[in-house]
């Protein structure tokens, strides 16, 4: 996800909050009714009436399950929220991959740098753009091709195939798995109306 999305996605969360928070406020506050516009055949509600009446309320937690039911479901609804957060926060990070020398890791984002170099270098790619994401022991690889109108993948393919090997090579403690996606710009002849 790019950074402008997750940034946008967080900002509109942020409002959503607060703009909840606030209508939450103003209907904690007594200053309306939690239901201005029932249907006609609905009696009116009192300015001060609870949502739940207080008998209901009262028979429910006489119920030996009632607690510790809420209690187990806002615990597990907060943790996971909680995770939620901690995962998109952590979204910019960037692994590292240690190596097999001494003291040595190899940081993804340089990782998809040279590949992406590499792979722009082969006769006939017009752009390329790599992603990796690091597993247990694993390496996975997406390339996303970008060939030339007059380049046929079988041209390119075993160039890449070669870039692959070298890398699973170099990274030799991890398995590399590669996907290749090749795209090409259509051929499509303009139409007359």
Do not use: Q
């Amino acid at each position: 996800m790019s950074r402008s999305r997750t940034v946008l996605n967080r900002l509109t969360l942020a409002v959503l909050g607060a703009v909840l928070l606030a209508a939450a406020l103003w209907l904690s506050a007594g200053g309306t009714s939690w239901a201005p516009d029932l249907p006609g055949r609905w009696p009116a509600p009192n300015p001060h009436t609870p949502i739940v009446p207080a008998e209901r309320l009262a028979s429910l937690r006489e119920r030996g399950w009632w607690t510790p039911a809420v209690m187990t479901v806002s615990i597990v609804a907060t943790l996971l929220l909680a995770y939620g957060s901690v995962r998109m926060l952590r979204s910019g990070f960037r692994r590292t991959v240690p190596l097999p020398a001494p003291h040595s890791a190899l940081r993804t984002g340089a990782l998809e740098d040279t590949l992406t170099r590499r792979a722009t270098a082969v006769d006939g790619v017009a752009h390329c753009r790599a992603r990796t994401r690091v597993r247990r022991k694993r390496l996975d690889v997406v390339l996303r091709v970008r060939l030339r109108e007059d380049t046929s993948p079988h041209t390119v393919l075993p160039a890449l195939t070669g870039l692959a090997h070298d890398t699973e090579t170099v990274l030799s403690p991890y398995r590399l798995r590669l996907h290749i996606r090749l795209t090409s710009r259509s051929h499509r002849r303009p139409h007359v109306r």
